[in-house]
Antibody
Framework: EVQLLESGGDLVQPGGSLRLSCAAS????????MSWVRQAPGEGLEWVSA????????HYADSVKGRFTISRDNSKNTVYLHMNSLRADDTAVYYC????????????WGQGTLVTVSS | QSVLTQPPSASGTPGQRVTISCSGS????????VTWYQHLPGTAPKLLVY???QRPSGVPDRFSVSKSGTSASLAIGGLQSEDEADYYC???????????FGGGTKLTVL
């Protein structure tokens, strides 16, 4: 059974940093691209970033480019989202997701972790 | 402002057929497959359709899709109360080099 378990969400001040983790199990982790998708309070889903199975290729939404970095450790079956220069509009539930194939048909999702950016 | 445009709301009565539209451009819907998600508040989104028309196992064939040019639509037939949820379309955007979502459509079963 595919399982994705996010952690690391917290309350952080504007301008601060945070690292989210997503521990995966139940599949061959290195064979799949992984993504982060977020949902701000009262808003819709927003794709944040994706990384290839090997970790050699990554993509970012314009809203986080230059501030967020996605990485993965295939030996630990874990994908990370390093978030810097956090802003109030980064406040959201962050979901880790795995696609059926390719980059974006997200068949498997974690339960989400809440990031709150506030002073 | 979402790259893909969906109506903010839709409604229908049990048994009815409801359609939700998703309008994009040549760099996303027009050139890449569309995925559809169902999202209930407080839960993880659920994949309904991918690769334009593939349904994961367990998704009933009441959910069907169509696509023409830069627009796609999700049709839900035989509407049931448990279909009340938010629905999102998504696609890869070649210009942005990333995934774009629609703003979501809140479906109400009257």
């Amino acid at each position: 059974e595919v399982q994705l378990l996010e952690s690391g969400g917290d309350l952080v001040q504007p301008g601060g940093s945070l690292r989210l983790s997503c521990a995966a199990s139940g599949f061959t982790f290195s064979s799949y691209a992984m993504s982060w998708v977020r949902q701000a309070p009262g808003e819709g889903l927003e794709w944040v970033s994706a990384i290839s199975g090997s970790g050699t290729s990554a993509h970012y939404a314009d809203s986080v480019k230059g501030r967020f970095t996605i990485s993965r450790d295939n030996s630990k079956n874990t994908v990370y989202l390093h978030m810097n220069s956090l802003r109030a509009d980064d406040t959201a539930v962050y979901y880790c997701a795995r696609s059926v194939s390719g980059w974006y048909s997200f068949a498997y999702w974690g339960q989400g972790t809440l990031v709150t950016v506030s002073s | 402002q979402s790259v893909l445009t969906q109506p903010p709301s839709a409604s229908g009565t049990p048994g009815q057929r409801v359609t939700i539209s998703c309008s994009g451009s040549s760099s996303n819907v027009g050139s890449n497959s569309v995925t559809w998600y169902q999202h209930l508040p407080g839960t993880a989104p659920k994949l309904l359709v991918y690769s334009d028309h593939q349904r994961p196992s367990g998704v009933p064939d009441r959910f069907s899709v169509s696509k023409s040019g830069t627009s796609a639509s999700l049709a839900i037939g035989g509407l049931q109360s448990e279909d009340e949820a938010d629905y999102y379309c998504a696609a890869w955007d070649d210009s942005l080099n990333g995934v774009v979502f629609g703003g979501g459509t809140k479906l109400t079963v009257l």
